[in-house]
């Protein structure tokens, strides 16, 4: 009986535990499902775009007044790249040959070589510069024919350096220069005098003892070079007049002694003899003849004397 009152407990038990089971899963099904509490949001984080090295930076529009070129410029390797000072570059015979009325002027420069000389004075740190007076070909047609030929190496170099001042002078300055104005030739103020007289601040005229010249236009200048078209070729003295020739040495005579004069040949004996008796020179004319006229008185007097005597004598015999 006890054992039949025990099952029937678990087996209400039972009954009751599938009951609530049921009941609670049916409910949780049936009932709306409610959103949970949100939490108020958080700021979004910013995100980088994508690199990408190989990609450009997008060009933007320059600002007004700012200057998009480096003052630097930047090698690939990213090093920047030292900025070297170019040396000026002058070139006499360019300049010449652009004006296209100096190719006399021109040949000359080259064939003596001293355009290399002077291009390389403009480049000289501390040099004063160079003022060049410029021929033009009409100029040279001036000279005597062969004139330029005639010259030596040594000569043409000469009349170029003559045309070439070791200083730059500005047109307006010309007034500020000694006479006689030293060239590259030289110093010597007699044979390579160059003297410049200025008009008025502008006009210019030179004389060289030999030529007469202006200079008629600025073919280029800057604030080391200035060249001067002239309406003569500048000759020096040095080259118009001939050169000091040495005094010729006294030939010898042929066939041994040089011959003498009879005359000076008497009286060097004449001379000798003298010296050998006493060292007595020879007396002038008047002296000689004064000597004759007073032994010839004596000589009457010795004879008046011996006469009187003679006839003194006979008169006592």
Do not use: C
């Not at 001293?114 to 510069?129: E, H, K």
């Not at 030289?186 to 210019?204: A, E, F, I, M």
């Not at 003899?273 to 020179?281: P, Y």
């Amino acid at each position: 009986m006890k054992t039949q009152q025990s099952l029937f407990s678990a087996s209400v038990l039972l009954l009751a535990l599938t009951l609530f089971y049921f009941t609670t899963t049916i409910s949780a099904q049936l009932s709306p499902v409610q959103a949970p509490v949100a939490s108020p949001p958080a700021p979004p984080l910013p995100q980088s775009p994508p690199l990408s090295p190989l990609s450009p930076p997008a060009a933007t529009a320059p600002a007004p007044g700012f200057n998009t070129v480096p003052l630097v410029p930047v090698t690939p390797s990213g090093a920047p790249t030292p900025v070297v000072p170019k040396a000026p570059s002058i070139d006499i015979v360019q300049i010449l040959r652009k004006a296209k009325r100096f190719s006399v002027l021109i040949r000359l420069l080259k064939t003596t070589q001293l355009i290399n000389q002077l291009n390389s004075q403009l480049v000289t740190s501390g040099s004063g510069g160079l003022t060049f007076f410029a021929p033009e070909d009409s100029a040279f047609s001036k000279l005597k024919a062969g004139f330029l030929n005639s010259l030596s190496d040594r000569q043409k170099v000469e009349l170029l350096q003559f045309h070439t001042l070791s200083s730059f002078i500005s047109i307006s300055n010309f007034d500020t220069l000694t006479n006689p104005v030293q060239t590259q030739a030289g110093d010597d103020p007699k044979r390579l005098q160059l003297n410049v007289t200025t008009y008025g601040g502008s006009q210019v005229s030179m004389t060289t003892g030999a030529v007469n010249a202006t200079v008629t236009g600025t073919v280029y200048t800057d604030n080391k070079l200035a060249i001067y078209q002239v309406d003569k070729v500048l000759l020096p003295l040095d080259i118009v007049l001939p050169s000091k020739a040495p005094a010729p040495a006294p030939a010898a005579a042929k066939g041994g002694a040089p011959k003498t004069d009879k005359t000076k040949s008497s009286s060097s004996s004449d001379e000798g003899g003298d010296d050998s008796d006493g060292g007595n020179k020879a007396l002038p004319a008047e002296a000689s003849a004064a000597g004759s006229v007073s032994l010839n008185g004596e000589g009457m007097w010795v004879a008046l004397i011996l006469g009187v005597v003679a006839l003194v004598g006979e008169a006592m015999m």
